[in-house]
Every structure is written in structure tokens, then in C-alpha cells.
């Protein structure tokens, strides 16, 4: 109800609970902490007042970095659905400190952030499928983010295939984050034109589009 901002002026213990809460064994008690920070991080606001701590907070996003790659499922997705709250920027606030902010942020998380969430992508699990695709799609619209899918090997490939998307919340998933890269102002600039217009395309046939196999017909056949 209040501002982040007001709640960590009022309360300053509050943040540091919440990162001790997020560094510690505890799994319930990671959960809420993740969930807390998800809340806090989905404000530009939010995101400002952690980025304020520094060096505690990059130590807190790499730890749930961490989670995301080896927590139980559930909490994984829990770590996944923050982070991608915490990465995103409304393209109005793509500042050159915000973007900076972000690209730091995502680099905290792993020594492959890239190949992190890409191996979670691919993984036969619906919701941790669709939740690793949520954090690309959170980052879609930055052009530091877009520069790395691009030189990511096979990424390009990756986003339209539809073939390694089984079921219907994954294709969903999958089609909101080529929407995301498709409406970005800096796209086409960073992909290129020829990527670009396979987005586009993509886009234009919509989740569900399967390529019809043509028949060709030999004359004198039954």
C-alpha cells in the first residue's frame, strides 16, 4: 500500500530481514523473501531503493540466482517469476542508469546467465519452462538484453521453433516473448533485418501456427 521507498525510510530493518531472510537455509522463509522482493522490484521505485544497497543487494540476486538453478521446482519458479519482475523496465524508463542497473542485475545471477536460463527453457517441466521464458520476455525490450540473444549460439533458432514448445501455457509463453522483442524500439537494429522479419512473421501466424506439408500430386496416380 505504501511506497517501497517510504516502507525502507520508516522501517530500515525491514530490507535487512528480507535479505537475510533471502541469504539464509530456510526454504520457507526464502519463498517469502523472494515473493517480497518480486513485490518490491515490480516498481521502478522498487527497483531504485534495492538498487541503493549495492553490493548487499547484487549478493542477494546472485544467491536467488542460485535458487532458481537448484531450489525444489516450486521455489525455482518462485525465484524465476522474481527475477523477471526485478529485470523488467517499461520501455519509458530506459534510462542509460536503469538499463545499466538491469544489465548489472542480470549478470549477478550467474556465470552464464544466457545459458542459465536457456537450460531452464529447454527443460520438459511446463512451469519452469514457461517461467524461464517469462524472465527473457521480462528483458526483451533492453537493448543490452537483446545484444546477448542475439550473439547467444542457436538462440535465434531457439525462439522460433515452435516445436520445443509441448503444450499450450508453453506456446503462450513463447509467443509473448517474440511480441516483447517484436514491439521493441531497438530490435531491428540489433537483430538485424533478416531476424527481424522472421520475428514479424512469427508474430503475424500467432502461437498455435503449424506449416502446412504440401501434396504434390503426380498425374496417372490413383
Not at 534495492?50 to 546472485?62: A, C, D, I
Not at 544467491?63 to 525455482?76: D, F, S, V
Amino acid at each position: 500500500m505504501d511506497s517501497p521507498q517510504q516502507i525502507c525510510e520508516h522501517y530500515p530493518a525491514f530490507l535487512q530481514k528480507v535479505f537475510d531472510m533471502a541469504e539464509g537455509h530456510e526454504t520457507t522463509m526464502i519463498g517469502v523473501a523472494v515473493d517480497t522482493l518480486e513485490i518490491m522490484g515490480s516498481t521502478v521505485e522498487g527497483k531504485q531503493v534495492l538498487q541503493k544497497t549495492g553490493p548487499r543487494f547484487n549478493n542477494v540476486f546472485k544467491r536467488i540466482g542460485h535458487h532458481a538453478k537448484n531450489a525444489p521446482t516450486e521455489l525455482r519458479v518462485r525465484c524465476l517469476d522474481s527475477i523477471a519482475s526485478l529485470l523488467f523496465l517499461p520501455e519509458d524508463h530506459h534510462t542509460e542508469d536503469l538499463l545499466a542497473m538491469s544489465e548489472t542485475w542480470f549478470t549477478c545471477l550467474s556465470n552464464q546467465p544466457m545459458d542459465l536460463f536457456r537450460s531452464i527453457a529447454t527443460q520438459p517441466f511446463p512451469e519452469l519452462h514457461c517461467a524461464a521464458l517469462k524472465v527473457f520476455t521480462a528483458i526483451a525490450n533492453q537493448s543490452w538484453a537483446q545484444k546477448l540473444m542475439i550473439e547467444s549460439p542457436g538462440f535465434m533458432e531457439y525462439i522460433v521453433d515452435r516445436t520445443v514448445d509441448p503444450d499450450k501455457d508453453s506456446k503462450d509463453a513463447k509467443f509473448e516473448l517474440v511480441n516483447g522483442l517484436v514491439n521493441s524500439k531497438t530490435v531491428a537494429e540489433v537483430f538485424g533485418n533478416q531476424h527481424y522479419l522472421r520475428l514479424r512473421a512469427y508474430l503475424r501466424e500467432g502461437p498455435y501456427y503449424v506449416k502446412a506439408v504440401s501434396t504434390v500430386a503426380v498425374e496417372g496416380a490413383e
